[in-house]
């Protein structure tokens, strides 16, 4: 098995390449992958598959773990990565961003969306943003196209710091009302087809209001799980549109909505859900712990690589 998990290392899949995360579990007599902050779709999977059955490996002697709750398939093992890093932060008390958050200053802008990597449905936002008038209304960032923030509010992460929690902002979030979560998958792209929760939600929900930019059901899961949303702001109806251009348009039709919402409608709605934030926190602190990752856990922390 040890030259099987050789040849999986070498191969030339996506994120499989060279990975350390990935041994072979005697007692089990499984190949165990760790792909915990990543999302596994349906055309990766295949494949996967089909590589490992090349190589005589079968799905019953793998386990891959993974962050696409849509994915259900044998040798597939689904858990909520992120939720699980950000409650290790706020036990952490890391980046003390809670204490300084001010929700009770004068805000600068309405809103604000933070993005990094360049794709399609982030493209889409920004320059539907820019079409209606409304990038003068928010703290907008796209770093790969060049577009930062205002110099005084630029986080830059050095080698030391968790590069997907310290783009926590406080300034930013206390100078705006709601944060517009571009997360990392969305179904108008190819093979995006995942329910992927990232510290990109985690973010806005222990922070501030949200709207997100995500695939089907995203907001009805978080539900699920116990964390509040934001209806009294937003119609929340888009989670579950199913074409993802209408998805798009409809969330990007409530951001402009609330941009030119009266400000003192605003601050009164603004106000009242803000409970929702320390509730979402709370959630966040008591998440339920997978029992069989938290197994593995001490195996994996060797690569000093997962929280």
């Not at 290392?9 to 089990?28: C, T």
């Not at 079968?58 to 773990?65: A, G, I, R, S």
């Not at 982030?122 to 990038?135: A, I, Y």
């Not at 783009?167 to 998958?185: A, D, G, M, R, W």
Request: net charge negative.
């Amino acid at each position: 098995m040890n030259e099987i998990v050789k040849e999986i290392k070498n191969s030339h899949l996506p994120f499989l390449g060279n990975r350390d995360a990935m041994y072979y579990k005697e007692e089990i007599d499984k190949i165990i992958i760790f792909m915990g902050d990543e999302a596994i779709t349906t055309d990766i999977s295949n494949q996967y598959e089909e590589f490992f059955d090349s190589i005589g490996l079968t799905m019953d002697k793998v386990l891959l773990f993974h962050s696409n709750a849509n994915l259900n398939r044998k040798g597939y093992y689904f858990i909520d990565y992120f939720f699980t890093e950000c409650k290790g932060l706020l036990k952490s008390n890391k980046y003390s961003f809670s204490e300084s958050i001010d929700f009770n200053i004068k805000k600068e802008k309405i809103y604000n969306c933070l993005n990094h990597s360049a794709n399609q449905h982030r493209t889409f936002v920004f320059d539907n943003l820019k079409s209606k008038g409304l990038l003068k209304k928010g703290f907008v960032s796209y770093v790969d196209n060049g577009i930062y923030l205002p110099t005084n509010f630029e986080s830059n992460p050095t080698e030391d710091q968790d590069w997907r929690w310290s783009t926590i902002l406080p300034e930013i979030i206390s100078k705006t009302y709601f944060n517009v979560v571009t997360e990392t998958h969305h179904d108008i792209e190819p093979d995006f087809d995942s329910l992927f929760i990232t510290e990109k939600i985690c973010k806005a929900l222990i922070t501030q209001p949200f709207i997100l930019v995500g695939n089907v059901g995203m907001l009805e899961y978080l539900r699920n799980k116990g964390f509040e949303t934001y209806s009294e702001l937003f119609d929340e109806s888009y989670d579950l549109i199913t074409n993802p251009n209408e998805r798009l348009n409809f969330v990007l039709d409530e951001v402009e909505k609330v941009c030119n919402m009266d400000i003192e409608e605003l601050e009164k709605i603004y106000k009242s859900v803000l409970w929702k934030v320390e509730h979402n926190r709370n959630v966040m602190l008591n998440f339920k712990d997978d029992d069989y990752y938290i197994s593995i856990k001490d195996t994996l922390d060797k690569w000093n690589h997962y929280v």
